[in-house]
């Protein structure tokens, strides 16, 4: 009875919960300074002198003009109110670490085949690329010769290895080296790519803004030609410390690419250092892939699996029984011998679920989502020779719920696949500035690649970035003079939109005839499309910026323009023309007419978007632009939007198990940020308030995602929660009901 009615007071709230103030935090904190110009050690310290209890921790001359500190909230807040110099004062967040045929499907052995002017292959020769990350194991075979050195940003020294101390390993910053420069067994995308590694996440795979800031301002002073980021954070903003860096990277003439995060298949989950503006930011897309559909007998429902890197294939050749194996303890798993475990995600690490469920006998695992959304990716830390997928929560919920009725059998449907966009990839647009993020896409699925000791096969934007970094110095190799923004737009102007399916949709164009057009996926999902570095290297006309953001409606501001430089680098004259968009009802185009370019010349041009917000009945509209450049056609991402959620707002909120025992995890999304945010408990019966889950204060905008350890949480039971953002006065909330239930092996 007392678990009815505090379901009932969830959603009917008669009274309001009130929750006392948070207080502000006098714990010291670090962060990040910016400042308008450079400045000297000299007047950094004078600039800190009258703050006594603030301390000094790294200069950065390169990527930012600034430096951290350490220091009390309060203290902090006094200084950056105090100075004029400084821009903006940014809490320091932790960043984590986010093969042979993929190379073939961006195009990479058609590139093998082609010459420069010395009539040596296009291999990446003569190029550096950076690799900022966890490290590199530079004794890899496949690896060694490429290797050019580097620094260790956690250390402080020069040995950039990865960690090797057991329980806190990691192979990624060197999986990612291989699938840039591998030059052995197996072979990257530029074999001859020399490879400077930047230790910036520790043991674990995490880091700090501070490790990665002093990274990238290592790698300026390098001159790399190109530094790759197979990091972030969940943090959709443009304005963070390391988008800045990146951005003055670029500005330097080192081309930056960065992960556009592993969050998707929502929008906004573009995380930071994706959202950088002159950055490239990558997508994931799926390479030729067998994809596994679970079928339940006497159904015509089919569930999509996920394979989980490190498992065997999908290929049982009967149908199977299923087992509801609670979350993965040996004890909830006595009942599914020569069955399909079904087990839910959380507490247990995804290898201990599935070699549990092995141990006991089962002929495949199916871990289902504990948070709502789609499917998640998975990668396990040792080869299973028992199939292993991920299913989303719905999905496991009506499995879970049709094994309890009845015996369940079912049988598994193998479908190929390929150039389908990843539904863990992070989606944009950018929050604020509705910038197209992520900008490209490559392969980030089953990608097999180089790891301490040996290969394996992960999955994952970190996986599709190193692709677009490889391709990045095969087009530097091939065009040696060409800036960072010349070889983005090649990369964008050349790149090939991705459908969802086959099904072709009827659309009426201007001609009022019919014509087809594929079921593309949205710009701000996949940017310009998958990246085809053969077409890159030979692209004869470059438009830059590669995608238009039109930005947001404002009141007395209907017409919107956009300029673009187009440049025929080819060696003859070229004649160029816009195709007309397809007619939406409050929209008005004016395009440039048609015009030529001589060999080497360039032309600014102009394209304005008219808009009737009376008429025009969607709230954001995007699509492509078309442009006739001789023989190809460009094919150029834009997008508007009308309407927007007012600021600030809570979204999304989920409460689950942590992937580790004693650990829940809960995310949010709060598209403006807030002043405050806080999660506050409640006793469901008489709404007395007993504590705060969570408070954190200066809270940026987009999705908030963190573990909190067994001895933060109350005593095992029900609890309304209100999840509260406080900005400029106003504050806005949502209630649920959570459950605790602090579970030990």
Not at 205 to 231: C, F, M, R
Not at 423 to 433: K, N, Q
Not at 464 to 486: N, S, Y
Request: hydrophobic share 35%; charged share 25%.
């Amino acid at each position: 009875m007392k678990l009815l009615l505090a379901l009932l007071l969830a959603f009917q709230t008669p009274k309001i919960l009130i929750h006392p103030s948070i207080t502000k935090s006098r714990q010291e904190t670090t962060a990040i300074i910016i400042l308008d110009k450079p400045h000297t050690d000299q007047e950094i310290q004078q600039l800190l002198q009258p703050y006594k209890d603030v301390k000094l921790r790294r200069v950065y001359r390169e990527a930012l003009d600034g430096f951290s500190v350490q220091g009390s909230v309060e203290t902090l807040a006094k200084l950056k109110s105090s100075q004029k110099q400084i821009i903006n004062v940014s809490p320091v967040i932790q960043y984590q670490a986010e093969t042979e045929e993929s190379v073939e499907i961006i195009g990479g052995k058609e590139v093998r085949s082609l010459f420069d002017k010395k009539n040596q292959r296009l291999t990446g020769r003569g190029v550096t690329v950076g690799v900022i990350d966890t490290g590199v194991d530079y004794t890899h075979p496949d690896l060694k010769r490429n290797f050019a050195g580097g620094r260790d940003l956690v250390d402080n020294d020069r040995d950039p290895m990865e960690t090797l101390a057991i329980g806190k390993a990691t192979i990624h910053g060197t999986h990612v080296a291989g699938i840039i420069a591998a030059n052995g067994k197996i072979k990257g995308v530029a074999p001859e790519a020399k490879i400077v590694a930047y230790r910036a996440l520790g043991p674990g795979g995490g880091g700090t803004t501070e490790q990665v800031l002093a990274a990238i301002d290592q790698a300026i002073k390098d001159k790399v030609d190109i530094v790759n980021l197979s990091l972030g954070n969940d943090i959709n903003g443009p304005d963070l410390p390391i988008s800045l860096a990146l951005n003055r990277a670029v500005d330097r003439g080192i081309v930056a690419v960065a992960a556009s995060g592993n969050s998707g298949p929502s929008v906004w989950s573009v995380g930071s250092p994706g959202t950088a503006s002159k950055a490239i930011s990558v997508g994931a897309s799926t390479p030729t892939l067998e994809t596994p559909h679970l079928i339940i007998e006497g159904s015509r429902e089919q569930f999509q699996i996920e394979p989980m890197e490190g498992s065997a294939a999908w290929a049982l050749d009967r149908s199977v029984d299923m087992a509801d194996g609670g979350i993965g303890r040996p004890d909830e798993l006595k009942h599914v011998d020569g069955k399909i475990a079904l087990i839910k995600r959380g507490t247990l690490t995804f290898s201990e679920k599935a070699e549990n469920a092995q141990k006991a006998g089962a002929k495949a695992v199916l871990i289902y989502n504990n948070m709502s959304g789609g499917r998640f990716m998975g990668n396990l830390d040792s080869q299973l020779t028992i199939p292993v997928g991920a299913l989303a929560k719905g999905d496991g919920v009506i499995l879970q719920r049709e094994i309890k009725k009845q015996s369940t059998l079912a049988r598994v449907l193998v479908s190929e696949e390929r150039d389908q966009l990843a539904d863990f990839s992070s989606r944009g647009p950018v929050t604020g500035t509705w910038e197209i993020k992520p900008d490209i896409v490559a392969p980030g699925v089953a990608i097999n690649s180089t790891i301490p000791g040996g290969y394996l096969s992960l999955q994952g934007t970190s996986m599709a970035a190193p692709h677009v970094a490889g391709a990045c110095a095969l087009i530097k190799q091939a065009h040696p003079d060409w800036t960072p923004e010349q070889i983005k737009a090649a990369l964008m102007n050349t790149a090939k939109p991705l459908a969802k399916s086959n099904v072709m949709n009827r659309i009426a164009s201007n001609s009022r005839q019919t014509q087809l057009e594929p079921n593309i996926y949205r710009t701000f999902e996949q940017g310009a499309g998958r990246i085809q570095v053969d077409e890159a290297i030979k692209a004869t006309t470059l438009v830059s910026p590669s995608s238009i953001r039109f930005g947001k409606f404002t009141e007395g501001n209907d017409v919107h323009k956009a300029d673009l430089h187009v440049e025929n680098t080819s060696t003859s004259k070229q004649r160029y023309s816009f195709d007309t968009p397809h007619q939406v009802d409050g929209l008005h185009w004016r395009l440039p007419l048609s015009f030529t370019l001589e060999p080497k010349q360039t032309k600014d041009i102009t394209v304005e978007l008219t808009v009737d917000p009376q008429v025009f009945k969607g709230k954001i509209h995007d699509g492509y632009l078309q442009l006739q450049a001789g023989a190809a056609t460009i094919r150029i991402p834009y997008l508007y939007v009308l309407e927007e959620p007012n600021y600030p707002r809570v979204m999304g909120f989920d409460f689950m198990d942590g992937d580790k025992p004693g650990q829940y995890r809960y995310e949010v999304y709060l598209p403006g940020g807030a002043e405050e945010f806080g999660i506050a408990l409640f006793n469901p019966e008489d709404y007395r308030f007993i504590g705060f889950l969570d408070t954190i204060t200066n809270v940026k905008k987009g999705l908030i995602q963190k573990d909190i350890p067994d001895g933060q949480l109350p005593r095992d039971g029900s609890y309304l929660v209100k999840v509260f953002a406080k900005k400029a006065g106003k504050e806005d909330f949502i209630e649920r009901m959570i459950v605790i239930e602090k579970k030990q092996d």
